[in-house]
């Protein structure tokens, strides 16, 4: 599972390096073409905050032990989007490689903990009790599903979203005249104007 989760996040930052390299090269051919840089972690950010409110109400649902079904359907739902939420993010930006890379880390991090968990939990439930102490295996793996959600999120929203793009400048003639208003002090008064291009 670590490999697999060192691949994908080894393969996107070489994606997200290698669009950004390409990007350079256009700008350097053609003197009418500037690259912005620009991020888009505050869409990813609100879809991972989005699946931790779905699974936070789950909890909180079905925390007397009653409405099963409820609980379960709420935190399905947030796992579900937090699996699909960053990648259908990403390729709504163009970005199908890192889409597709993007949910293998997070089905990894979300899949590893419990792939590890449920048979530990079962085993704990058929045993009458976990020696280590009472709902350990339970909250182990919301442990590690937490951490793994935590890191995926802060990587995904700061290092993934990162994109170049080469933006064609306006001939001159065509731009919009820009007048600001100037004010400035000095020490034997003050200063009152317009500055603009046209």
């Known amino acids: 599972m670590r490999k697999l989760a060192l ?3 080894l393969a996107s930052l070489f994606v997200s390096s290698a669009a950004d390299a390409r ?19 505050n869409q990813t950010l609100l879809c991972d905050m989005g699946a931790l409110g ?18 379960a359907v709420i935190m399905i739902n947030g796992g579900a989007l937090f699996l699909v939420g960053g990648p259908i993010v990403h390729l709504a930006h163009g970005h199908p490689v890192r889409a597709l890379l993007d949910f293998g880390l997070r089905a990894v991090v979300l899949g590893g903990p419990l792939a590890l968990g449920i048979p530990w939990i079962a085993r704990e439930h ?15 793996t919301a442990v590690m599903i937490a ?15 990162r994109e170049t793009k080469n933006v064609t400048l306006e001939p001159s003639a065509s ?24």
Do not use: M, Q, W
């Open 126 to 140: 058929r045993e009458g009790g976990d020696p280590i102490g009472e709902n350990f295996a339970v909250e182990s």
């Open 147 to 161: 951490l793994g959600f935590g890191a995926v999120t802060a990587l995904d929203a700061a290092v993934f979203t």
């Open 7 to 9: 691949l994908c996040l």
């Open 23 to 41: 990007a350079d090269d256009d700008s350097l051919r053609d003197p009418t073409i500037r690259k912005v840089h620009s991020r888009y972690g």
């Open 54 to 71: 779905l699974t936070l109400t789950g909890i909180a649902v079905g925390a007397d032990g009653t409405r099963g079904t409820a609980r």
């Open 175 to 198: 731009r919009s005249p820009i007048i600001l208003p100037g004010f400035s002090v000095a020490r034997g008064g003050a200063t009152l104007g317009v500055h603009g291009a046209f």
